[in-house]
């Protein structure tokens, strides 16, 4: 397998001292390059006649890779290492999101209205009128990142306190690229009926609920209960928000090939929650030919150990991964590293489309292929066509809750997902770009947009 891209994940700041004489900073920036280390900001810390102190931040692909480069510069004469830094690790402590009031107190008069005795009038207005807690309180702005630990990442069954960095990165992405109030809910509980009974009994302070590394098939009975007994909007991320992007990137991907959804062969291997909600997304967008795989291979009605959700997506043909991509157009990877090989690709039909989503690592690595795709995309940040359900959720939050939709609709995914797609213009496209970046302002906008005007259409927006 081809080694992974250095990258800021695994970023580390290396302090140390040397005599300040010409050359020394170079035998440094050397040894880090020589392993393939990518050298980001140096900054000089203190300097005399005779030493310099200095901290430079490098980026590794892997923890084993910044042991190496850290063990490299540390051998070498006259350099002394004072300290090194795991920037991850840093960017950490203390947790990432905080609570900020949004009116200050200054004085008497604004403890008086903001809390006891003048709060109690909103109080009453709110128990006579219940739909004022939407104009009077947080609620309108505010989504809870619900999870049980069960499905982390690609780390598996980490439990509520491993899983609570990731949701509050969550509520970070919240803030930033939906101006959302977004909180963390670890439950410590990986029961269905406790989760639903515990979402459903915290609902009254929150606008909308995003599920999250919640492992299937369980999400999909959590979900669909609680859309059920909420009147507040329910949305499964590793579901839809997988599902809308991938079908933004499609839409694109498709133009460059000039291949239509009706017609293209999809193969989609792994069929937990992201790869079910991608084949049923699909098939609402006109896909007419999907086979889903899962580690034993094609969901073929023939075997007798698939969920019900892996039966309803069951196929008659029978076999392997391998087997499935024989003059397929496209391969959708929601899976493992390494599952994809060169070979197998290379069985594909031509102007193969191939986004292999797995992370930190993809299904295949996209310098293997570099030759045999016509469009190739990864969920990773380091190659081009990053599939980040980070262009989804926001939007569809914040649309949401302008609206005060209900619930979300399979015509809110579609629309979402044309959203995005269209944002990069016809005259744009290229092999390399088939997906907005992350960082796209407009992304939200229009995301939030076309979810509004959905929801009106389906009846579920309440304003």
Avoid: W
């Avoid at 923890?63 to 960017?91: C, G, M, Q, S, W």
């Avoid at 709110?126 to 989504?143: C, F, H, M, S």
């Avoid at 990165?169 to 639903?196: N, R, S």
Wanted: aromatic content about 4%; charged content about 20%.
């Amino acid at each position: 397998m081809t080694d992974l891209t250095p990258n800021s994940s695994f970023s580390l700041t290396i302090r140390f001292q040397n005599p300040n004489r010409p050359g020394m900073l170079a035998s440094v920036t050397q040894a880090i390059s020589t392993l393939g280390g990518s050298i980001g900001q140096i900054d000089l810390i203190e300097q005399t006649r005779k030493f310099s102190l200095r901290e430079i931040n490098v980026d590794a692909a892997s923890t084993e890779h910044a042991e190496a480069i850290v063990t490299a510069v540390k051998a070498l004469p006259e350099i002394k290492v004072i300290n090194v830094y795991d920037r991850t690790f840093n960017l950490h402590r203390g947790g990432k999101i905080s609570v900020e009031s949004r009116i200050p107190l200054k004085g008497q008069a604004d403890l008086a209205m903001a809390y006891t005795p003048g709060v109690g009038r909103i109080c009453a207005a709110i128990a006579e009128d219940p739909e004022q807690v939407y104009n009077l309180t947080i609620k309108q702005n505010t989504v809870a990142i619900v999870t049980d630990g069960s499905a982390v990442l690609g780390l598996g069954n980490l439990g509520p306190e491993a899983a609570l960095p990731v949701m509050e990165g969550k509520a970070m992405l919240f803030k930033e690229f939906g101006k959302l109030d977004a909180f963390p809910i670890c439950l410590a509980t990986q029961d269905t009926d406790e989760i639903v009974e515990t979402v459903k009994r915290i609902a009254p302070v929150f606008g909308g609920v995003n599920l999250e590394d919640i492992a299937a098939p369980r999400c999909f009975e959590i979900e669909s209960r609680l859309q059920r007994e909420l009147n507040i909007p329910v949305f499964h991320d590793d579901q839809h928000g997988t599902a809308i992007v991938t079908l933004a990137a499609l839409i694109n991907a498709l133009k460059v090939v000039h291949k239509s959804m009706a017609e293209v062969r999809i193969v989609i291997n792994g069929a937990g929650a992201a790869g079910v909600a991608i084949a049923r997304l699909l098939t609402k967008a006109g896909a007419n030919h999907i086979t889903l795989c899962d580690s034993k291979g094609i969901l073929s009605h023939s075997r007798t150990d698939l969920t019900e959700q892996k039966r309803e997506l069951a196929v008659e043909l029978c076999g392997s991964l391998a087997d499935a991509l024989v003059d397929s157009d496209i391969f959708l990877g929601v899976s493992g590293p390494g599952v994809l090989t060169p070979e197998m690709v290379r069985t594909m039909a031509a102007d193969r489309i191939v986004m292999a989503m797995a992370n930190p690592i993809p299904e295949i690595q996209p310098e293997l292929v570099a030759n045999d795709v016509a469009v190739m995309a990864t969920g990773r940040s380091d190659y081009p066509n990053q599939i980040n359900n980070v262009l989804a959720f926001p939007g569809m939050f914040r649309g949401a809750l302008d609206c005060r939709a209900s619930t979300f609709t399979t015509s809110m995914y579609l629309g979402a997902a044309e959203a995005i797609a269209d944002l990069i213009k016809p005259s744009d496209l290229t092999p390399d770009y088939i997906i907005p970046s992350v960082f796209d302002e407009r992304v939200a906008t229009v995301v939030s947009a076309a979810v509004q005007r959905a929801a009106r259409q389906d009846g579920v927006a309440g304003s």
